[in-house]
């Protein structure tokens, strides 16, 4: 069975000893250089690269957002990758026409009725606790 490992805060990886892939790029790389300046931090051209240099032992992890973490370890679970739990909680934002707020408007109660029904658990559960829906991608 694959395991993480036991990282629960930044300071888990903010030590000369570990070594951690990121996207060139991305937020990942920036937040990497802030957390983690003490970490060996590699940086890839893209995520299957990044996933590259973990599978061959040359870094111990891979730092990227949650939901590719989730994509990436539902999709390469044959490879023993798993995702850990988040270290921080990142607001999601929709960008939308500032020129249309009846639009912005409806979105806003759409999302509202989703977390106050609780369709959003749901949701939630459906796309980052199980990766079936990847097959219909094919």
């Not at 570990?18 to 937020?27: L, M």
């Not at 040359?58 to 539902?74: G, P, Q, R, S």
């Not at 959003?120 to 559960?125: E, T």
């Amino acid at each position: 069975k694959a395991t993480a490992l036991p990282l629960n805060s930044p300071a888990d990886i903010n030590k000369p000893d570990f070594s951690i892939a990121v996207e060139k790029g991305t937020t990942s790389e920036q937040i990497a250089k802030t957390i983690a300046p003490k970490a060996k931090i590699s940086v890839a051209n893209d995520m299957d690269s990044a996933l590259n240099l973990l599978y061959k032992k040359k870094v111990k992890a891979v730092m990227t957002d949650y939901a590719l973490a989730k994509v990436m370890a539902f999709r390469n679970q044959d490879k023993g990758l798993v995702a850990t739990d988040r270290f921080s909680y990142e607001p999601v934002g929709i960008g939308v026409d500032g020129k249309d707020p009846l639009f912005e408007n409806l979105l806003t109660n759409v999302l509202g009725r989703f977390q106050g029904s609780g369709l959003m658990v749901g949701l939630i559960k459906r796309w980052f606790e199980d990766g079936s829906w990847l097959k219909q991608l094919k």
